[in-house]
């Protein structure tokens, strides 16, 4: 059974570049959430996809968006890419009801210069 | 929303020494996960457990939910725990997951 998996694992863009990050989500979840986690910190909610719809969102800018498809699978774009968009970004997935686990991917680690 | 505090923030130990990390949140939750994160990034799920008490080899986890706290233990400590250990929680009636800020654990032979 594949969990949860991330593409690309590293990426370097330069500031005001355009990036997309892929998730797959583990067998049998229909439910795709993204977080971003700086260095030293916790991970910080981004977004949420059910339905191929934004279901729940956080504390960041339109410059975030996001997409899913009808396989489930998602992706995490970020425009205007900004120094401070420098992280380890992580997918999550989890079934359709609230009280069910969560797993994670590998992370893709996006470096801004 | 939801804040997740974790102490002790960061936690140095001996080899075979045990340890107890917390997690106290702020509401009440219908969902906490314990996590390890490795050297690469990767949250790895250690325990999902929004009440009660679990154990799985040399670690074990106490949610009580009425009070508003989670313990991880882990007993006979080895090199190989050395990382981050988190907490993550959900509101009742919300999908997603608030994060502590961790407890980075190292653990010297």
């Known amino acids: 059974d594949a969990g949860v998996t991330q593409s690309p694992t590293h990426l370097i863009k330069t500031r005001g570049q355009q990036v997309t990050l892929r998730c797959s989500p583990k067998?049998?979840?229909?439910?795709v959430s993204w977080y971003q986690q700086a260095l030293g910190q916790g991970p910080q909610f981004i977004f949420q996809?059910?339905?191929?719809?934004?279901?729940q969102r956080g504390n960041f800018p339109d410059r975030f968006s996001g997409h899913q498809f009808p396989n489930y699978s998602s992706e995490l774009n970020v425009n205007a890419l900004l120094l401070g968009d420098s992280a380890l970004y992580l997918c999550?997935?989890?079934?359709?009801?609230?009280?069910?686990?969560?797993?994670f991917g590998q992370g893709t680690r996006l470096t801004v210069v | 929303g939801i804040q997740v505090e974790q102490s002790p923030p960061d936690l140095i130990l001996q080899e075979g020494a045990n340890s107890t990390l917390r997690c106290n949140f702020s509401d009440s939750v219908n969902n906490l996960q314990w996590f390890h994160q490795n050297p690469w990034g990767q949250l790895i799920n250690l325990f999902y457990?929004?009440?009660g008490t679990k154990q799985n080899g040399r670690l074990s986890a106490t949610t009580v939910a009425t009070e508003r706290y989670s313990l991880l233990y882990i007993s006979s400590s080895q090199t190989t725990d050395s990382g981050v250990y988190f907490c993550a929680s959900r509101n009742s009636g919300y999908s997603t997951l608030t994060f502590g800020k961790g407890t980075m654990l190292l653990v010297s032979p």
């Open positions: 999550a997935s989890s079934g359709r009801r609230v009280n069910t686990e969560a797993f």
């Open positions: 067998s049998g979840h229909d439910t």
């Open positions: 457990i929004p009440s």
């Open positions: 996809y059910y339905e191929e719809e934004e279901r």
